[in-house]
C-alpha cells in the first residue's frame, strides 16, 4: 500500500471556525490531489498540486486554500468553515500526471455544525 | 467541460451473477479511463484501466473495454463474491491531467 496518511480522521467543527486537514507521503510522490466526495457526486477535485510550492484550484476550490512547503505533506485549509462543507475529504498522490495510477489515502470525515 | 456518467445504483446481486456497470463519458482528445473500488471506511483504490481505444483492463475477475464508437467503459464480472461488495466509481483523465469521477454505484453481493 502507498504511505499515505492522513489527520485528523474524524473532526466535528462548528461554523466559521477554520480548519486545516494534513496529508502525509512516504512515497516521495510529485502530484498531490485533495478530493472531497458527496453523494451523488462522486469525488471533486478541491485543489492540487505538481511541486513543494507549487499549486492549483480544481472544480471545486471556493472555501479552500492549501499550501506545501515539502514534499511530504499537503495542507488543506477551510478558512471558514460552514455546513456545505460537510463531506469526506480524500488525499492522492501520483509520481507523475500522465498514465500513473492516483493512491488514495484513508480519507477524513469533517463534520461542520 | 469532461463528464463521466455512472449507471444508478444501488446494485443487489446473488453471489455468481453476472455483473454489468455502465459507464459512459464526454470528453475532448483521447482521455485515459479507469475503474475505482472504494470498500467501506477505506479510501479509493485503483481496480483497472485502459489508455486507448479497444485496450481492454483486467484485474481480479473484472474487466472493462475502452469503446471510443460509444464513449462507454462498462464494468463486468462473470461472477460476483461477497467479497465485491463495494462502491464502484468509473473516472477518466483528460488533457488537464486532472481526474473526472463518476458519481458512484453501490454494490452489495448476497450470500
Known amino acids: 500500500d502507498a504511505g499515505i496518511t492522513q489527520s485528523p480522521r474524524h473532526k466535528v467543527t462548528e461554523t466559521g471556525t477554520p480548519v486545516t486537514l494534513r496529508c502525509h507521503q512516504t512515497?516521495?510522490?510529485?502530484?498531490m490531489y485533495w478530493y472531497r466526495q458527496d453523494p451523488g457526486h462522486g469525488l471533486r477535485l478541491i485543489h492540487y498540486?505538481?511541486?513543494?510550492?507549487?499549486?492549483d484550484k480544481g472544480e471545486v476550490s471556493d472555501g479552500y486554500s492549501v499550501s506545501r512547503s515539502k514534499t511530504e505533506d499537503f495542507l488543506l485549509t477551510l478558512e471558514s468553515a460552514t455546513s456545505s462543507q460537510t463531506s469526506v475529504y480524500f488525499c492522492?498522490?501520483?509520481?507523475?500526471?500522465?498514465?500513473?495510477?492516483?493512491?488514495f489515502g484513508p480519507g477524513t470525515r469533517l463534520t461542520v455544525t | 467541460g469532461n463528464s463521466v456518467t455512472q449507471m444508478e445504483g444501488p446494485v443487489t446481486l446473488s453471489e455468481e451473477a453476472f455483473l454489468t456497470i455502465n459507464c459512459t463519458y464526454t470528453?475532448?482528445?483521447?482521455?485515459?479511463l479507469f475503474w475505482y473500488v472504494q470498500y467501506p471506511g477505506e479510501g479509493l483504490q485503483l481496480l483497472l484501466k485502459a489508455t486507448k481505444a479497444d485496450d481492454k483492463g483486467s484485474n481480479k475477475g473484472f474487466e472493462a473495454t475502452y469503446r471510443k464508437e460509444t464513449t462507454s467503459f462498462h464494468l463486468e464480472k462473470g461472477s460476483v463474491q461477497v467479497s465485491d461488495s463495494a462502491v464502484y466509481f468509473c473516472?477518466?483523465?483528460?488533457?488537464?491531467?486532472?481526474?473526472?469521477f463518476g458519481s458512484g454505484t453501490q454494490l452489495t453481493v448476497l450470500p
Open positions: 498540486s505538481y511541486g513543494v510550492k507549487d499549486t
Open positions: 492522492a498522490i501520483s509520481d507523475t500526471g500522465g498514465a500513473d495510477e492516483q493512491y
Open positions: 512515497e516521495n510522490h510529485r502530484y
Open positions: 470528453a475532448t482528445g483521447y482521455p485515459s
Open positions: 473516472a477518466l483523465r483528460g488533457s488537464a491531467r486532472q481526474l473526472t
